[in-house]
């Protein structure tokens, strides 16, 4: 299974690179231009987008939520190749082609059952939006946090306080919780029994793995997936490259595996 996935990780990079003609210059701060597929009912990866606080456009001018979305020099995309990963280790049959970004009192929203927002120590947050992600989430929605550390450091955002505030906007009274690897979401397809797998590509210490339960009730199904201390999806970004090695990408890509089907399943 590690050598296929390996092989279908570099298949998807290719794919990936070959489709996106997406460019963008350094020092100019933009947001990416988006056209999102048309609704057919197949699965489609959907990336959560806002408006970033202060020092949220570091990154080659992209606003912090389109971190992997386009790659420097407008490569891969990171969800591009985590659905050719799902494409060809499930009967899901995602779009591979196209993914789609909204903003959160976006009403399309809805449509799509696992939403994924990065680089959140950079999220603001209007009431409007808050209402509807809310709603989003009690409606069954699953999203999954990536990408984001302590207070300070070299991104400058505002990190686990900020994106605290915002979730307690979001959903007043909520606990965010450390997870173990006995938690269900890390056995849905591939089974992952220790959190020594999880590679680092530039964080110091070890990954977190937070979760958020529906009524703050552990027996019940998790409203959100929060790696903090890590960031998950440049594995998935840059795995056809060789900037980051294939073995770790491989771990990364059971994380982003897994976490898609515990969303389709509770």
């Not at 491989?250 to 089907?261: D, F, Q, R, S, T």
Request: with cysteine; charged share 20%.
């Amino acid at each position: 299974m590690t050598r296929w996935l390996v092989a279908v990780a570099l298949l998807a990079g290719a794919a990936s690179a070959s489709g996106q003609g997406f460019r963008y210059r350094l020092g100019l701060s933009s947001d990416p231009e988006v056209e999102n597929p048309r609704y057919d009912g197949r699965f489609v990866f959907a990336r959560l987008k806002y408006t970033p606080g202060p020092g949220g456009y570091y990154y080659y001018g992209l606003p912090a939520w389109a971190h992997g979305y386009v790659s420097r020099g407008g490569g891969a995309r990171a969800e591009h190749n985590l659905m050719n990963i799902m494409n060809e280790v499930t009967y899901l049959r995602p779009r591979t082609d196209e993914s789609a970004v909204f903003a959160l009192d976006d009403p399309e929203l809805c449509r799509y059952p696992v939403a994924y927002m990065t680089e959140e120590g950079f999220w603001t947050l209007s009431e409007s939006e808050a209402a509807a992600f809310r709603a989003y989430l009690k409606k069954g929605g699953f999203v999954i946090f990536d990408d984001f550390r302590g207070d300070g450091g070299f991104n400058s955002g505002g990190g686990w306080a900020n994106f605290a505030a915002n979730m307690q906007r979001v959903l007043p009274g909520a606990q965010i919780v450390d997870l173990d690897p006995s938690h269900p979401i890390f056995h849905s397809f591939f089974e992952i029994d220790s959190f020594d797998i999880v590679p680092q590509a530039y964080d110091r210490g070890k990954p977190v793995f937070r979760g958020i339960f529906e009524d703050n009730d552990a027996q019940k199904r998790l409203l959100a997936i929060v790696n903090y201390n890590t960031d998950v999806a440049q594995y998935w970004e840059f795995s056809a490259t060789g900037f980051r090695p294939i073995d770790e990408a491989n771990e990364a890509y059971k994380l982003g595996v897994n976490y898609v089907v515990y969303g389709l399943t509770h």
